[in-house]
């Protein structure tokens, strides 16, 4: 599955970033934020998302909890920690640098 | 939080599905809730497994989780065969634990150095050369103006150290009536601050203890006899003990304890009484030999030199002490003034019991290897099989991509926890199989103490061990395993034939190990029934001995009042009196001049003995007459025929007369009033040695007869067991007059016994090896040759069917294993032809090529095939080949 491998980079930052401004998401709702932030351009596949947050919680990233929702549910939330918040600093810039570097590639070309 | 959850994870498998599979659930329910249709939420979510598996590969430590996987499938599999593990398990346990308990023993007596300070600074010093016997020999003894010369003479490059051999000792405390034994070592004073030996209570002895003979009546207590005599009572300081032997006054005050890890410098002897060198009457006498030098060499002291100025140092002394000596023939003053002193490095400290068992422990050591190694083979071969009976599966996980290396793993952890579970048994049988074997080393008067810790030496040379177990018996089979090849294994064939080659190397293996195993067994134990069934030439039929002590010392005519009074005990039949008994391993011996010649080269050994002694014991008489009352010493003599071939030309010795010079330089003349058949003296070892018994009444210069300190009476009792008498006759013996009492009763049939318990201790273990290996190669025969049949049932039906004889059949199925074992016999015997000479000095009155050391074990691995076989063969032939063909 290439375009899971493509997108991994990107949606670590991604889930960083939502997670930044709005703590303690279930993965759904991460999911759902992706698309309604980036006007449905993104879009995260349940099947990378899942094994994402899990090794970024397994980084140290991100932690997780479980809590119950208004309608009785439990869901697993996640939210920033320190190292997620060095983390998302570092990606972000990251990845600044890289669109800057394709962008002026692509203005010379 | 990352890598201990990720560890803790692997433990948690169950619980981290389901926290997964219950957060997918929600995911599920979520999407629903916002219109999505649930079939289409699940599939966009995908194939459940594969995402819970994703999910749970990051939330674990990879390798680690499938060890745990791999630990409980590898349990599933030990536990299905319950019997081949149970047979892997047990073989290798008692391999694993013999080896474990031999290396604690050898360890203890050999190899782990003594708790003193800089113990890698520690020689021993010896002599050898040729002795006053005109025999080839080293000592380990000095005289103590000797020892203070060479004291002198090393002051500033070395500190000399004397230490007496240990002597177990009748002492008292307080009142005379309770003699009890304890084991006296007399040290220089200075050990204890030259060792940085520590009081455990009170004071240790100084330099000043030990200056002027006799000054310092003091003696020190080993912390174990304080545990054990005194319950470490702290009040024990201050205390008298009254030692008798060889004392000055024989009065000591307790001043002190000495620290717990310290047990003395013998290695297998444990001491209970510290007392300086000078309360030992000996330290005037330039003629007794009676401790070690030990010596602490100074930092950066050249070795070779300071031995060279202790050597001259000696001879000084041996040539300035033999200088008036005109008992000994020149030939043997010229040799024994010859002899050269060592210095050996003795970090572990020096004891008779290492001289003794250096050699035996080593030779049982690698016996107890071989048997490791015959039981890793069969492991191996198990292992191999079992691999082979799982070749299916293992194709089927190569199939669906599981790596070489996992299965390397897979394989090889099963090989860890089933060695795991020996070591752990074997351990148990190494507790209490070490203590075991040092208690067959017991004489029983003096009973072999060995510290035997089970620190982290022991701990770590058992996980070695274990170590290079599962990689003796498990890396061959796993890396076979993990070298399947799917399409062959998965088609229905694989070629069998590399297997069981590797099977039959393993079995050529074991047989050759076997046979060393059983060959050396077998010398060992011919040796113990050649020493134990030698004719000693007396009867120890029951002879009870009772070794006597009389405070002071007393005219040997109480010591007759005495045999007479315990002639009338009821169940006495004869009562006599000797020095010392029959093989005890002691002597005396001096040289001799017939007919007015120079001294004797070869020596004579002398007993003091009483009238009716020969009768008591069984020795015939071939001429003349026994002793009577009134015989003295030095006047009458019987000598056995020994003597009389060596000295006096046998032509009728009766009458004859020859002189003894004495130490004092009297010279003493002797008659011979009868010929006795020869019989053992000190040791059954050594060659018939010429013996002279005189009579116990000793006349001295004055007239007077002279008191006698010790003897021992020889008692023939009535009953067939004669220990049943030995409490009522040490009684009767202090009735009869006061002052005497028993010191020690043994029987002649413990102190002949006494004489082989190195052998009876090899005959017996290598035995038990010997019966070990053999069971284990079987066992391995049995294995290897059920699965071949196994693996060929198709063929052997399809040659049934086509009309193969059975003695055809037979043939087939043994012929691989035979040429193993023939193989295995052939590489056995070279290899114990050549193991023969390290083991030589063991060995008495037996060849590595008679006939029955040799056709013993061929015999018995013969047989233990046979038996293997049987019932392989028995499974081929019962093979159908109608029911063979139809599965086809």
């Not at chain 2, 598996?53 to 060890?67: A, N, T």
């Not at chain 2, 009457?281 to 030098?293: A, E, I, L, Q």
């Not at chain 2, 019989?679 to 018994?693: K, N, S, T």
């Not at chain 2, 009492?741 to 102190?751: A, G, Y």
């Amino acid at each position: 599955m290439p375009k899971t491998d493509s997108l991994q980079g990107s949606l670590d930052l991604l889930v960083l970033k939502i997670l930044s401004r709005r703590p303690r998401l279930h993965g759904y709702a991460i999911m759902s934020a992706i698309g309604e932030m980036s006007a449905d351009v993104l879009r995260a596949e349940e099947g990378s998302l899942y094994p994402a947050l899990h090794r970024m919680e397994e980084a140290g990233w991100i932690r997780a909890e479980w809590v119950t929702k208004d309608n009785g549910r439990r869901a697993r939330v996640y939210e920033l920690t320190a190292a997620g918040k060095r983390q998302l600093v570092a990606e972000e810039s990251r990845w600044v640098t890289v669109t800057s570097a394709v962008n002026r590639i692509l203005r010379t070309v | 939080m990352s890598l201990w959850s990720r560890i803790s994870n692997v433990f948690r498998g169950e619980c981290l599905n389901r926290d997964i599979e219950e957060e997918f659930e929600a995911h599920v329910a979520e999407a629903v809730e916002q219109g999505r249709d649930p079939e289409e939420a699940r599939r966009a979510l995908g194939a459940a497994i594969r995402q819970r598996q994703e999910s749970h590969d990051v939330r674990v430590i990879g390798w680690l989780d499938s060890l745990r996987a791999d630990l409980v499938f590898g349990w599933r599999q030990l536990k299905r065969n319950k019997v081949t593990s149970a047979a892997a398990i047990l073989s290798l346990a008692l391999a694993i634990g013999a080896c474990t308990s031999a290396f604690r023993l050898i360890d203890a007596l050999l190899l782990r150095p003594l708790p003193v300070k800089h113990p890698e600074r520690l020689y021993v010093l010896s002599r050898y050369g040729m002795g006053f016997d005109n025999k080839p020999g080293e000592w380990d003894s000095w005289a103590y103006p000797c020892f203070q010369l060479m004291r002198a003479a090393a002051k500033d490059e070395a500190e000399l150290i004397a230490v007496s051999y240990v002597s177990r000792t009748d002492i008292t405390y307080k009142t005379d009536n309770e003699i009890e034994k304890a084991n006296v070592q007399y040290v220089s004073g200075w050990l204890f601050p030259t060792y940085g030996i520590e009081p455990a209570l009170g004071r240790l002895f100084t330099e000043n203890d030990d200056l002027k003979p006799g000054a310092a009546p003091y003696a020190v207590l080993s912390y174990d006899y304080w545990t054990r005599r005194f319950g470490r009572d702290p009040h024990v300081i201050g205390r008298t003990l009254h030692v008798d032997d060889r004392v000055y006054g024989g009065v000591f005050e307790i001043i002190g304890v000495s620290e717990k890890k310290f047990t003395g410098t013998e290695p297998g002897t444990l001491v209970d009484i510290f007392v300086p060198t000078m309360m030992h009457n000996g330290v005037t006498r330039n003629d007794w030999t009676w401790f070690r030098t030990l010596a602490v060499v100074s930092p950066g002291v050249a070795i070779e030199p300071l031995r060279a100025k202790l050597e001259a140092v000696s001879h000084a002394f041996e040539a300035q002490r033999l200088s008036g000596e005109t008992g000994l023939s020149q030939e043997t003053l010229k040799n024994v003034l010859a002899n050269q002193v060592r210095m050996e490095p003795a970090p572990t400290g020096a004891s008779g019991m290492q001289q003794e068992y250096s050699h035996a422990l080593a030779a049982l050591a690698v016996l107890v290897l071989m048997v490791l190694l015959i039981a890793c083979a069969n492991v191996a071969n198990l292992m191999t099989a079992q691999a082979a009976a799982r070749a299916r599966e293992m194709a089927l996980r190569v199939s669906i991509g599981a790596g070489r290396w996992r299965l390397v793993q897979m394989v090889l952890v099963e090989s860890i926890l089933l060695a795991c579970l020996a070591a752990a048994s074997g351990a148990l049988f190494a507790w209490w199989s070490a203590p075991f074997v040092v208690s067959m080393i017991n004489p029983p008067d003096n009973p072999a103490r060995v510290i035997l810790p089970a620190d982290w030496r022991v701990l770590g040379f058992g996980i070695a061990l274990t170590l290079i177990v599962v990689l003796l018996f498990g890396l061959l089979p796993a890396l076979r395993a993990s070298s399947v090849k799917p399409v062959s294994i998965l088609k229905g064939g694989d070629d069998p034939h590399s297997r069981q080659r590797m099977m039959h190397g393993m079995i050529a293996l074991q047989v050759a190990f076997c046979f060393l195993v059983l060959f050396v067994a077998g010398l060992f134990v011919t040796t113990f029934e050649r020493l134990s069934n030698k004719s000693t030439g007396f009867s120890t039929e029951r002879i009870l001995l009772l070794e006597t002590t009389s405070r002071p010392a007393q005219s040997s005519l109480y010591w007759d009042q005495v045999a007479d009074h315990l002639r009338s005990v009821p169940g006495v039949e004869r009562v006599s009196q000797a020095s010392w008994a029959l093989l005890k391993g002691v002597g005396w011996n001096d040289s001799i001049s017939v007919n007015g010649g120079p001294p004797s080269v070869d020596l004579a050994y002398f007993l003091s003995v009483s009238p009716g002694f020969l009768e008591t014991m069984r020795i015939p008489l071939l001429a003349g007459r026994d002793f009577r009352e009134g015989d003295l010493y030095p006047n009458a003599a019987i000598v056995n025929e020994t003597f009389a071939r060596k000295f006096l030309n046998d032509a009728n010795p009766v009458g004859r007369a020859f002189v003894k010079a004495s130490d004092d330089g009297s010279r003493e003349r002797m008659q011979v009033i009868g010929v006795m058949r020869d019989a053992y003296y000190r040791g059954l070892r050594e060659p018939m040695l010429p013996v002279i018994f005189t009579p116990i009444h000793n006349m001295n210069k004055n007239g007077e007869m002279h008191p006698l300190k010790s003897d021992t009476f020889i008692v023939r009792t009535a009953s067939a067991n004669p220990m049943a008498l030995a409490s009522m006759l040490r009684q009767d013996v202090a009735k009869a007059r006061s002052g005497f009492h028993v010191s020690n009763v043994r029987t002649q049939l413990e102190l002949n016994q006494s004489q082989t318990i190195r052998e009876r201790l090899l005959a017996t273990l290598a035995f038990f090896f010997g019966a070990v290996a053999l069971l284990l190669a079987g066992v391995g025969l049995y294995g290897v040759l059920n699965y071949s049949v196994q693996q060929r049932e198709r063929e052997i039906g399809i040659r049934m069917a086509l009309g193969a004889r059975i003695g055809d059949v037979a043939r087939r199925v043994t012929a691989g294993i035979a040429f193993a074992v023939i193989v295995g016999t052939i590489a056995g015997l070279a290899l114990g032809m050549a193991s023969v000479r390290y083991v030589e000095s063991l060995l008495y009155e037996v060849k590595a090529t008679d006939a029955n050391v040799l056709a013993v074990p061929c015999l018995t691995i013969l047989l233990a095939v046979v038996i293997a076989a049987v019932p392989a063969v028995l499974r081929a032939l019962r093979i159908d080949p109608v029911a063979m063909l139809r599965v086809e």
